[in-house]
């Protein structure tokens, strides 16, 4: 079993920035791809980021290519989401989640084994 838990999201004006944290804990940690999802209201839940746990590779959905940035901190079990540049339609709780095996990452919400609770996300204009 892993536990996720986000944390890091707030309000913050057009433009600026967000550090958004997953603390990842339990016995299987390391195991598995971690990825970032979001979902505004009234909208299906949406990939964002992705990352092999163990090696250098990520995946970003078009919308946030060079404005959000993947990374993780091994010795802390953490993953973190950099979020430059925001837009209000960022708006969206986004959620940390776990699956998959380690070497790979995923974009699809049904590869996906545990999630976080989610941590809100708004951006005003």
């Known amino acids: 079993q892993v536990q996720l838990v986000e944390s890091g999201g707030g309000l913050v004006q057009a433009g600026g920035s967000l550090r958004l944290s997953c603390a990842a804990s339990?016995?299987?940690?390391?195991?598995?791809?971690m990825g970032w999802f979001r979902q505004a209201p009234g909208k299906e839940r949406e990939f964002v980021a992705a990352?092999?746990?163990?090696?250098?590779?990520?995946g970003y959905a078009d919308s946030v290519k060079g404005r959000f940035t993947i990374s993780k901190d091994n010795a802390k079990n953490t993953v973190f989401l950099q979020m430059n540049s925001l837009k209000p339609e960022d708006t969206a709780v986004y959620y940390c989640?776990?699956?998959?095996?380690?070497?790979?990452?995923?974009?699809?919400?049904?590869?996906?084994?545990?999630w976080g609770q989610g941590t809100q996300v708004t951006v005003s204009s």
């Open positions: 990352a092999n746990w163990n090696g250098g590779s990520a």
């Open positions: 339990g016995r299987t940690f390391g195991r598995y791809a």
């Open positions: 989640a776990a699956g998959g095996i380690a070497s790979l990452y995923y974009q699809h919400v049904s590869q996906y084994d545990y």
